[in-house]
């Protein structure tokens, strides 16, 4: 259902968008006064484009509620970060801002990004003006515009590459950033701040040359991945390019569209879906079919109904052959037969690896993406102390980890030295990191996140020890949990997926593939926490008695005839 569409009203949320033209608006006017802890219903929607939500303490919600008190207002900001790549300074420059500015922790998200949480309204400009100060920028982070692209974050430091996939996502990063001035003038005082430091009075401007008055109909989430290292979780995404790679050279890019992970309890239909390869191009049409793709989305998605508001359903409503020849009529040619690709894998890039250039790597754990310090495992103090003496490039992965680069050689033994003090864990026996720890994944939920249903951060320990202590910690699963089934932390294409369904209450999935090539299907519906533990505990102990020699838990589930899909599951990547 596209903008035009004359039958069915525009959502409520675009009517906003229209009414405050590139993303400014009330919402100026709001920020400006700081005698409200909050923003009213239409600022806090733009708000969203400029890398920021408002939410509150739910833990504290209702008690406030019964005292009469406002709710205990904060703000989430998220950074918008390429591939995942800060320089030493900017990572150093974000961890202190978390500390003046927020809660005293960092969280990397699954899409590479950090985000701050529990950021005071009056916080907001002196946070964002910093990070843009050292070209960190929260612009386009969250909202109705294409997010945060992201790609393997080692490829193009590893021996056997002869190709650059950050080079890729920066220039698609540059072509989807608004172009209206509105986060200037509101963050920066209507400065912009260029590469070599120099900072711009920009002129006030509204106008969108790929966006148009609307953006898109909802969020836009793109990716560019490596069959041999799906590390990003490609099929799962809006728009992806899967490289085409022989003998360690870039052929080309297989065009994947219509992929995402959301879906709403009781809505049948919104489902999760696997993206379909659409065509092949040589590598220097990619900006342009990116941009071809994506504004079919614009242009055809649908404006009226957020919840079905995703490329997926245009896609699956319309089919891969309308999509095919609607993108050959933009472009003035069709795309040639999607390439054939090698197996499918996925690494999260953990521990030590030596660099093309001889240099060195570590990626590091972070549990649940959280950068705090708790107990032995002082990470934010140890990535702070490792970055700060060895001047190590920060690449965050989709993961949640973080991979620290360029180390040299006579610097190795230093953070060597230093992931021991700090309790850092680089491998499966540091710092308690265990094999079903290592492969575990949470979104923040609550008390934080406003879409939340049931707890899922905040839960995981408690979980993957009880399934510990059943002796199941040996075990290599890929394990996703998420508060809700908006599936930020990727649940539906994880071998074993649970999602909050209530306070309390989880479906769960099972039967995803390791590789990200195939949607896990629902076991069972309405499970209580209490008996979590044991239903998936039986479930990794059947498979363990059951399994085929090095037969991964997800095909296992799949052989086993586990579970019924959301939507016709089907498995990608097949090559």
Known sequence: MSIADPVR???HVEEIKLANPGFGGVLLEELADLSRPNLGDDAEVLLKSHGSYQQDDRDERQARKKAGQERAWQFMVRTRAPGGRMTAEQYLLADELAGSYANGTLRITTRQALQFHGVGKANLKPLIKALNERLVTTYAACGDVARNIVTCPVADLLPGHAFDLQAVAAQLNERFLPES?????????????????????????????????????????????????NCVDLFTHD????????????????????????????????????????GFLPPEQALAVVEAASAIYRDEGDRTNRKHARLKYVLEERGV????????????????????????????????????????????WVDSGRVKDAGP????????????ATGAEVRLTAQQNIVLARIAPAQRPLVEALIAEYGLATREGEAGLSALRRGALACPALPTCGQAVAEAER??????????ARGLGSEHVSFRLSGCPNSCSRPPSAELGVIGRSLGLYNVYVGGSP??????????????????????????????????????FGDWATRAGLGEGWHAPKTRGEG
Not at 381 to 386: C, K, M, N, Q, T
Not at 459 to 468: I, Q, S
């Open 459 to 468: 839960y995981l320990p408690e979980l993957l020890g009880a399934l510990e």
């Open 239 to 278: 728009v992806a390019l899967e490289a085409v790679v022989a003998d360690g050279q870039l052929l080309g890019f297989n065009l994947v569209a219509g992929g995402g992970l959301g879906s709403t309890h009781g809505k049948a239909e919104t489902f999760p879906r696997l993206g379909d390869r659409v």
């Open 515 to 552: 590789a990200g090539t195939r949607l896990a299907r629902l076991y069972r519906a309405g499970v209580r926490s209490s008996e979590l533990p044991g239903l998936l505990g039986e479930l990794l102990e059947r498979w363990r008695a059951e399994r085929e020699p090095g037969e991964p």
């Open 9 to 11: 009203p525009l959502s």
């Open 181 to 229: 001035t509105a986060y200037y003038e509101l963050w920066l005082d209507g400065e912009k701040v260029l590469a070599d430091g120099k900072r711009v009075k920009v002129t006030p401007n509204r106008e969108e040359s790929f966006y148009g008055p609307s953006y898109m109909p909802r969020k836009h989430k793109m990716a560019i991945g490596l069959p041999q290292d």
């Open 377 to 388: 495992l002082r990470v934010r103090s140890g990535l702070r102390a490792i970055i700060a």
């Open 321 to 364: 052959e309308w999509f095919r020849a609607e993108l050959a009529r933009r472009l003035g040619q069709a795309l040639a037969a999607p390439a054939e690709v090698g197996s499918y894998a996925a690494h999260d890039h953990l521990g030590w690896q030596q660099q093309a250039d001889g240099n060195w790597l570590v990626g590091i």
